[in-house]
Structure formats: C-alpha cells, structure tokens
C-alpha cells in the first residue's frame, strides 16, 4: 500500500517519503480502516512516539498522521462496537504506524461512527482539534458561562474550535494570532482579537483562563493576566509558571468515542464548524507540512475518494 514514511529524525519535513508499505495486520481489539482523509498535526515529527514504540524500540521506517476519517475493512479478533463497511473517523496511536497511508490498523474505540452526510474531510480535521479543545477547556478548565478566556492561535487548528466551543458555552472570548487570523477569529466568534506580533498583551486585563497552544513567553506573559481563581492550561509544553493564586495545567488529548460522536453531531447541526484551510493529496505530504502560505484551520490529506 501507498504511505508516507519517516525513517531519518535529522531530516525534519524532508524526510517524509512516499514508500510502498506492507499491508497493516489488526491485532486484537483493531480494526483496518481504508483511509479516506488524513489530518497531522504541525510538529509531530518532534513526538518521540514518531520514532520508537511503547517500549523505547525504534519503529522507523514509521507512518505519521494521527487523525483519519475511512471506513472500516477489516476487524481483528475480539474487536466489537464497529463492523466491516462502516464509515469511521477518529484517533490513531501516537507510538503506532498513523493515518498517512491507504490502510491502517486502528483500537476500535478510538474511532467512532461517522453520519454519511459528513464528508472525510472534514470529518478528519476534527478527532484531534476537537478533543483537545474540549478537553481542555471543559475536562481541565472547567470553563463556564459568563467567565473570560484568552484563546491564543484562535484561528488554528485547535484555536478554531476552542473559540467556538467557549462561545456557545456563553464565555467571553478573546482570541490572538498573527494579524491576518483577524478576520477569521473574529467570524468564529470571538469577541475581541489581539495580533500577537503588535499588540500588548497586557491590554487584555485579567480573564478567568488561558487556552494556549504557542508555550514560550507568551505562555508565560499570558500567567500573570490569571485571575485568583483561575486557570492556564497549555497543549504546547509543560509550563514552568503558574498564575499566583491558580493552576497551571498541561495534557495530551485523549482518546474518546463518545465525545467524537458528540463532536460530529454539533458538526451535522452546525454548531461546530472545523477549518479545512486546504485538502492536498497524499504525494504532496511534505510540503503541505511545510506550508508554503498561511492558512487558517486543518490541512487534510485527501488518500482516497468517497
Ligand atoms: N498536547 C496536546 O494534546 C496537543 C494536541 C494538539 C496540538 N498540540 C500542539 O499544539 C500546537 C498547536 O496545534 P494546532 O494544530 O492548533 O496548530 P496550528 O493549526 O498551526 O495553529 C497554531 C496557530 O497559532 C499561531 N501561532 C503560533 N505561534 C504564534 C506566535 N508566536 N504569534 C502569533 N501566532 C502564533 C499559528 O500561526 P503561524 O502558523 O503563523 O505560526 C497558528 O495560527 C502544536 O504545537 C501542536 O503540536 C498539542
């Protein structure tokens, strides 16, 4: 089958390659998902679980992607909860070959069943984005109405769907990013936008939380607007502040059937709209992880057609 692989750490972008793969076997509790849409995530080829296993071991030549929308074409034993020819959309393993590939072997209940009135596209601009930003805001947060929270990179993949999910919740949002992210944070619903490269942080007053996906110092710059009480969660690194009289949190997305249903139903209804920026096909990987321009939202890679 057709995949795209990582053998080199050294090599960055680069390195991702076109490669004839072997068919990928369903081990228990697995099923086989003929890849229609793929998502990655922008510096995933830093995650050690790119590189080596659960153990430690090497596992390159290894397929990136952890985000996929397919259907399904195989289970392995024991597998129950999904059946052959169903449409899915989901999560792949971090430490197992992902998404960028025909066919890839997936834990069944890291996927969840798709309505067939949602294309792959964007079904797979989702099962990341919109768990991390869910489980940020409301698992770690515990965002509610009426509170104020500073979203940064408001219109990227995870920004874009926090701003949203905050704004139905009935918080105040304001949103940051480089200055043509403007307009697009601002028509998601975020109430006031800040250009990170020019404005002052400080003008934003206190908020109740930070949603970060940057680090760095504007992570730490974004701590001391906390207010008593308050939260900063972070998806970008472990912070090394914490707000006086807060909490500092960071995590990894988790896996999570039933609130990826929840997602995809808010998607049919219109609630919840992901940002597909661009949908490349599968031989140009490498430089749509290079991004030559700007775009808001998800870049999918498109493996198959319907
Ligand atoms: N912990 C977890 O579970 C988890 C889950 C998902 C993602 N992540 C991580 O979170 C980060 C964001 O992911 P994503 O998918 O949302 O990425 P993305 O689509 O690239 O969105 C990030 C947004 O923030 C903007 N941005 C970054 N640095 C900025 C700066 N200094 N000033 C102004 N704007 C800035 C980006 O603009 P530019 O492109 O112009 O920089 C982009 O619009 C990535 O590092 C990813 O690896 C972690």
Known sequence: ??????RDRDAG???????????????????IVRVHAAGFTPGELEWPGTWSDRAGRDRTP??????????????????TGLTVGQRVF????????????????VEARNL???AADIDHTVAAALPI???TAWQGLFDHAHLTTGQTILIHGAAGGVGSIAVQLAREVGARVIGTGRADDRDVALGLGAQTFLDLDAD??????????????????????????VRPGGTVVTIATPPTV?????????FVVEPDRARLADLAQRLRTGRLKPIVGAVRPLDETASAFARHRRMPGKTIIQVADE
């Open 242 to 250: 914490q707000p006086r009289d807060g909490r500092a949190v960071f």
């Open 200 to 225: 002052d942080l400080r003008q934003v007053g206190e908020v109740d939380l930070v949603f970060d996906v940057i680090g760095g110092d504007i992570l730490v710059r974004s701590t001391e607007l």
């Open 62 to 79: 290894s397929i990136p992607g952890h985000e996929l929308s397919g259907v399904v074409v195989e289970l392995g034993y024991g597998t």
């Open 129 to 131: 984005s919109g768990l």
């Open 112 to 114: 969840a069943p798709l």
């Open 90 to 105: 989901g999560l792949t393993d971090w430490a197992r070959n992902g998404s960028l590939a025909e066919y890839t072997a």
């Open 13 to 31: 972008i680069s390195g991702l390659t076109l490669t004839d793969m072997p068919y990928p076997h369903a081990a228990e509790n697995d099923v």
């Open 1 to 6: 089958m057709r995949a795209i692989t990582v």
